[in-house]
């Protein structure tokens, strides 16, 4: 499984992007997908998960309330609306894929993912 992250790019603080992971090949039936992302000198953090078989979803704090994730199963591609962003949103953006047996308590562990697409960048000006 490949996994093709798009959409990032540099936007004023207030505005607007949407990413796009695209798999190459079906990942596991009903498994979840995720969002992570990382900035400079930080750690990588979770930003959001959902599990396809059942739309559980799940928001880091951080990012409640503006972000949302969703999915095309047709196209086998998870989205992440980005609204109100902020300077601190700036980060390189990672979709991940899990093997499909995730539970809830764990869609925010990078541990439970094991496909990662190669990241895109978004960088929010003040």
């Known amino acids: 499984v490949q996994l093709q992250a798009s959409g990032g790019g540099f936007v004023q603080a207030g505005g607007s992007l949407r990413l796009s992971c695209a798999a190459s090949?079906?990942?596991?039936?009903?498994?979840?997908r995720a969002w992570f992302r990382q900035a400079p000198g930080k750690e990588r953090e979770f930003v959001a998960a959902?599990?396809?078989?059942?739309?559980?979803?799940r928001y880091a704090d951080s990012v409640k309330g503006r972000f949302t994730i969703a999915k095309d199963a047709a196209k086998n591609t998870v989205y992440l609306q980005m609204d109100a962003l902020k300077p601190e949103d700036t980060a390189i953006y990672y979709c991940a894929a899990d093997g499909g047996r995730t539970i809830v308590s764990a869609l925010s562990s990078a541990a439970s993912y094991h496909y990662w697409g190669q990241g895109t960048l978004v960088t929010v000006s003040s």
């Open positions: 959902i599990r396809q078989r059942d739309s559980v979803i």
């Open positions: 090949a079906r990942t596991s039936s009903g498994g979840a």
